[in-house]
């Protein structure tokens, strides 16, 4: 066997360890997860996912896509996730200098305003940055339970950033662990100093697809479950629009009422004024 056929099947296996210990270790928090989504989703509230670099890759997994339903609301902020060009404009250090600036979150979450069932989801293989870390801390000040998606492992093999202030861990009302080791990748190649092959992107897609599924079931029981959408190959062409659109106007209501500008859509102007004022200081 090549090097390289052997470095793949040792990625793979690792893969598969990976989400056999997710099942093992993970089962009670998913199913605690997916008992508080119910509950929002079926009171007619919302899950909120944030996820700041490639930690947005769970949030769109979880919504919209093929197989998926309203009451998941995917919070993606392009400054921090839109680094594809890597250097120049829109590259990866502006995008890892702000992710540690303090203050963002709570101007994001300005934006709304939350139900009493809602929750939030926070992504991040570290926990260790200002932004994920905060945007846990000032949604549980507005009342929200919220879910920490995290590696403990890697969490804990470092410290939190002095503009976080703390672990995401040790912030979220309920921690779920992706299981990577510290150094997130998980395979070594001969003398090659440094690891290759991440495994937290697909501990995170792992634990969102669980969540979703057991959602789903539980909303189903209740007689509550949204429109999914659903290929046409399955469906037919003409059922597979009109799930599209039953889901995307399901969402948009929802996401209505989080956005209102009575309450959401606009900071108020305390806030707005306390982060200027911490901008200035810094």
Known sequence: MSERASAASTWLRAA????????ETQADGIETASQWCAEAIGND?????????????PVEEMFPRYGSYP??????????TFHTQVVGTNGQRQAMFIERVPGLAEV???????????????????GLTALPVEMARVARTRGLRVIGVTSVAQSMSGEAEPA???????????VLDICTPPADAMVTIGSLETPIGPGSTIGAVAIVNAIKVRTAELLVARGAMPPVITRASVVGEARSKAL??????????RLAR?????????????????????????
């Open 244 to 253: 599209f659109e039953e889901a995307y106007h399901e969402h948009a209501r």
């Open 258 to 282: 989080a956005i209102d500008l009575q309450g959401g859509g606009r900071a108020s102007d305390e806030s707005l004024a306390s982060t200027a004022s911490s901008s200035g200081r810094r």
């Open 71 to 80: 009451g998941f609301n995917p919070m993606v902020e392009l400054s921090v």
């Open 45 to 57: 509230g919302l899950v909120h996912l944030f996820g700041a670099g490639h930690s947005r890759i």
């Open 164 to 174: 976080a202030g703390a672990r995401l861990l040790e912030v979220a009302d309920l």
């Open 16 to 23: 598969v360890a990976l989400l056999e210990r997710l099942g």
């Open 108 to 126: 994001i979450l300005s934006n709304f305003q939350f139900g009493a069932h809602d929750v939030m989801m926070v992504f991040s293989a570290s």
